[in-house]
């Protein structure tokens, strides 16, 4: 992901702080977290006190940069973040990163939300791998009824597309906001009911892009199926919160989601970027999900025609 980078004359405290668009000093910056301590996740800028990380090419040598936290405009939305800078021994000053070709007015007043490791809004999420799981609100086909995902719980049953009822062994979770990840990756994709054929989804069905459904013998991710319609990314406002969770059982499995058989967790598949992921190894420590042995679509080009042109074909489903 990358970003442009303007100067800030006003020294960081509280109240607004004040940047203008006439400040911008470059753009196409790629930042890489540089660990700092054995706790430091090296996708989150902030995890940890004093993190740090850095871009070449600046200045001679590469140039340090020390979080300082999120910045939020007068509606509220987080729109980038702040950092000091040191490099040849020296502070050069502060700057504020926004995602790269974000509008910046003159006179821009944003205010500054202190890296608090406990409140992932002050945070900023360099990852660019993407998250595979289901959306909030999602219904899981269970031997009692369907449950929403968020209301499963360790030691609950859920019913898989073969007949089988398994054990949750996991409820992995993370919350995302824009511009926080990489909208392409993250967003949520909606399938709207219907729109796979057979009455499915039987409600609208919300996936990240890389989440895994099967269909005529395979796994296609969501972001494969897209077609502009009835299986789109969805509208979300800049700053506006969503969460997803995966769910774990003993092996790599495909659960009922609005009554479509979608994955659960696996290993090579999800990232492990999860907000609980300490909880996991606590509860499973090394043991490993490998996938399941079928094959894995992972883009339009790659579905077979017959299935593409039915998807296309229900567009307005």
């Known amino acids: 992901m990358a970003y442009d980078v303007y100067g800030v004359l006003d020294p960081l405290g509280a109240g607004l702080i004040q940047v203008d668009a006439s400040t911008q000093l470059r753009s196409d910056v790629e930042l890489t977290d540089e660990s700092d301590g054995t706790s430091d996740d090296q996708s989150v800028l902030g995890d940890v006190d004093d993190d740090t990380f850095s871009y070449p090419g600046l200045i001679v040598g590469d140039v340090e940069h020390e979080y300082r936290g999120a910045a939020v405009d007068e509606s509220g939305n987080v729109i980038g973040f702040f950092a000091s800078e040191v490099g040849l021994g020296g502070l050069l000053g502060t700057k504020f990163f926004v995602p790269e070709g974000t509008t910046v007015p003159d006179g821009l007043s944003v205010t500054l939300l202190g890296g608090d490791t406990a409140d992932p809004s002050t945070q900023w999420d360099i990852a660019a791998e993407a998250p595979v799981c289901f959306l909030e609100g999602t219904h899981i086909a269970t031997p009692e009824g369907e449950r929403t995902v968020e209301s499963l719980l360790v030691g609950d049953t859920v019913q898989t597309e073969d007949g089988r009822e398994m054990t949750v062994r996991?409820?992995?979770?993370?919350?995302?906001?824009?511009?926080?990840?990489?909208?392409?990756?993250?967003?949520?994709?909606?399938?709207?009911?219907?729109?796979?054929?057979?009455?499915?989804?039987?409600?609208?069905l919300c996936v990240s892009?890389?989440?895994?459904?099967?269909?005529?013998?395979?796994?296609?991710?969501?972001e494969a199926l897209l077609n502009g319609d009835s299986i789109r990314q969805m509208p979300l406002s800049r700053g506006e919160p969503f969460t997803y969770f995966h769910i774990e059982l003993d092996e790599h499995a495909l659960v009922l989601a609005e009554g479509v058989a979608s994955e659960s967790f696996a290993d090579g598949i999800s990232t492990l970027r999860f907000d609980n992921w300490e909880d996991r190894q606590a509860l499973r420590g090394d043991q490993t999900i490998p996938q399941m042995d079928l094959p894995r679509l992972k883009a339009a080009r790659q579905l077979p025609r017959a299935l593409r042109d039915r998807m296309m074909l229900r567009k307005t489903a």
């Open 209 to 222: 892009p890389t989440h895994a459904i099967h269909m005529d013998g395979v796994l296609i991710q969501a």
């Open 170 to 204: 996991w409820m992995g979770y993370r919350t995302c906001a824009l511009p926080f990840v990489d909208a392409r990756r993250a967003i949520p994709i909606l399938i709207r009911q219907g729109a796979l054929g057979s009455s499915l989804p039987h409600r609208d």
